[in-house]
């Protein structure tokens, strides 16, 4: 099994800044991708920020120039920095990681979710 917990969220005022971590546990031979996502009330979840394995970045339109993905592949972890907060980047933030952890394919696992708000 595979483990991802999430930390960092909170209140900050518009403007402001927070930085989500998340770390991966368990058993598994790579991890892929890693990624964050978040879900406003009433909204789909959405992509905001995913990075590969070798470094290579995407961004969400609404986010870029505020907000930057880093990992650290030795200790599987994913941070996400955000700057410039807006109220509208309120939701709960949710960490993703593309895993292989046998002879199948990748799965994807998620973590629990972490609430972002910002307040205006």
């Known amino acids: 099994q595979v483990q991802l917990v999430e930390s960092g969220g909170g209140l900050v005022q518009a403007g402001g800044s927070l930085r989500l971590s998340c770390a991966a546990s368990?058993?598994?031979?790579?991890?892929?991708?890693m990624g964050w996502y978040r879900q406003a009330p009433g909204k789909q979840r959405e992509l905001v920020a995913a990075?590969?394995?070798?470094?290579?970045?995407n961004y969400t339109d609404s986010v870029k120039g505020r907000f930057t993905i880093s990992r650290d592949n030795t200790k599987n972890m994913v941070d996400l920095q955000m700057n410039s907060l807006k109220p509208e980047d309120t939701a709960v933030y949710y960490c993703?990681?593309?895993?292989?952890?046998?002879?199948?394919?990748?799965?994807?696992?998620w973590g629990k979710g972490t609430l972002v708000t910002v307040s205006s």
């Open positions: 993703n990681a593309n895993v292989v952890t046998g002879f199948r394919p990748p799965m994807d696992y």
């Open positions: 990075i590969s394995s070798g470094g290579s970045t």
């Open positions: 368990g058993i598994f031979f790579r991890i892929n991708s």
